[in-house]
Each structure stands twice: as C-alpha cells, then as structure tokens.
C-alpha cells in the first residue's frame, strides 16, 4: 500500500524505481481512509538515503501511511542543505499539538559524547516527554535507543574499546511478544556503533523486557509495554549501507575493522550477502500493526 508523502521529496522518484508506491498529498486526499500519521526524527547525516531505507520498509504494509518528517531548530545541520530541511522537514514546534500513531527516531553519529553534551539534548528530551502523550508508540534506532532508555529509565551507555560493525546472528529471547511474530529464533542484525547497553541494567528495570540479542553484539530489541521499542541497531540499513560506511572511513584514514560477516571472505571487493533484510521488513510490519494500528484510536 502507499505511504503519503510531500510532493517535493527527491526521494518520491527513487521509490517509484524500486516498485514501491508512494502516493502524493494531493491524490491521498481524495480518498476516503484512515491513514496511519507516522512522524520521523532523522538525524543521521545523510537524509535522503536514511528517508529511502525508511520508507521501504514503511511500505510493507496494507496500511496507508502519511509520513512526517521532523527538524531540530536547536541543531545546526552540516550536510543537508538548508533549503531542502525547510522544503520537507517540519520544525517541531509546527507539530507539537498534534498527534501521531507513531514515530520512529533514528541514529546519528554522537555516541562518543555524553548524552548531556549532545547540542540538541534539551530538544531531543522535550520531544521524548511529547511522545509519552501526543504519539502512540515509538521506534527508537540504535544511538536513539540507548537516548531513550537513558532519558525514560536511566540506562547508561557503554563505550566499546573500538567500533561494532557487521552483521550478527541474535536470537529471539521472547517469542510470545508480538513484535517478533514470524520471527525464526535465530536471525541476522546489522550494527554499527561504538557503544551499547548492558543486560544486566536492563534486567534491573522490571517495566523493560529485552525480546532479543546477540552473543557478539549484545542486547538488540527492548520493550517497556507503555509503547516504546528500543532497536540498539539499524535494521534500516540496505545492502550497502556498511560498505559505503567501510569505505568512507578508509578514504579518512581511520582504518576500521571490516565489517563482520558481512562481506565473503572478507573482502570488501565482493558483493555483500544479505542476511537480515526480511527480519527488518517484519519488525517494522509487525510495530506498524501490533504497537500501532492495533492500539491506536481510530480519530486523534
């Protein structure tokens, strides 16, 4: 089914020659249907294609969705042109007395920095408050989710000794929740980052339940029960994600790990295999309709 967009999304043309619809504001309003009204925060670095691995996999769906995507007035943005924010991005202010079935919160690359120190902190936090009354669930990604559980439930983040790239095998420790129906017991996650959360912390919070994790790259996907989904990962991530990762940190000179089970043989001069991305499409299918439409009023 279509996902609502505004008719100036670059984006809009690149989904239409991958075969996924994406339906404009003008002809979604002549329909007579409920659309879900989902709300994105992106603050990776690279919008647009961060916008295109989200909404392939928003697109899974039998439910029309009518996506918003938010700015931080309080950040400034160094590799998005202005003029584009302006053009498709609405500051939080213009939405704050709205509300939305869901919202998702994506990653950026500030792990390294005390949560405090993060120069959008205060407008991050007020939108996290927000969320509890004006959103139905959210979806947290990786850096997100360890700022979610920190602001919600006070879990601290722990700094690795060097970067956790690749794709690892985790496996379901809740098959009965509903986020993970149709889930194998085992299956793949992509991660890149620098730190995580601990088992233990989380185990110390009784309102948080951890429905899967990886032997190698620790707790992967936490649930609260009021709503919110913690994914210490991007299951966004296409195929080439880490490889155009891989290589940009190589053109810097940083010499990073290759990315784990990711490439064969590990060479990055191989097409890399893909493990993970019906796990992705079924856990955004599966929030979409068990945490979201399921539980959300019909009129806000």
Request: hydrophobic share 35%; aromatic share 12%; charged share 25%.
């Amino acid at each position: 089914m279509p996902i609502r967009l505004k008719e100036s999304l670059p984006v809009i043309e690149k989904l239409k020659k991958e075969n996924i619809f994406a339906m404009t504001e003008e002809r979604a309003i002549h329909q007579d249907i409920r659309e879900l009204k989902i709300a994105v925060l992106n603050l990776m670095p690279d919008k647009e294609n961060t916008e295109q691995q989200l909404l392939r996999l928003l697109s899974n769906s039998p439910l029309q969705i009518e996506v918003t995507f938010i700015r931080l007035v309080s950040h400034k943005y160094k590799n998005t042109p202005l003029s584009y924010l302006l053009r498709n991005y609405k500051p939080f202010y213009e939405i704050e007395n709205k509300y939305f079935d869901g919202l998702i919160i994506t990653g950026a690359p500030v792990e390294k920095l005390e949560f405090e120190e993060v120069d959008y902190w205060g407008e991050l936090t007020a939108i996290l408050e927000w969320s509890r009354i004006h959103v139905t669930s959210t979806l947290y990604l990786c850096w997100a989710a360890q700022a979610g559980l920190y602001y919600h439930y006070g879990v601290r983040k722990t700094d690795y000794p060097g970067k956790l790239s690749g794709i690892f095998e985790h496996t379901v420790t809740d098959p009965a929740n509903e986020l993970v129906r149709g889930y194998d017991k085992h299956f793949y996650a992509p991660h890149s980052r620098h730190t995580g959360v601990s088992r233990e912390d989380i185990d110390g919070i009784s309102e948080l339940t951890v429905i899967a994790e990886s032997d190698e790259a620790g707790v992967y996907i936490v649930t609260d029960g009021k709503g919110n989904v913690f994914v210490n990962g991007h299951p966004e991530y296409d195929l080439y994600r880490l490889a155009e990762e891989y290589i940009r940190d190589t053109d810097a000179g940083l010499e990073p790990a290759i990315p784990a089970n990711y490439f064969p043989d590990d060479d990055p001069e191989k097409e890399p295999v893909s493990r993970w991305i019906s796990s992705s499409s079924l856990l955004f299918s599966n929030w979409l309709n068990y945490f979201v439409y399921q539980i959300t009023p019909y009129e806000f």
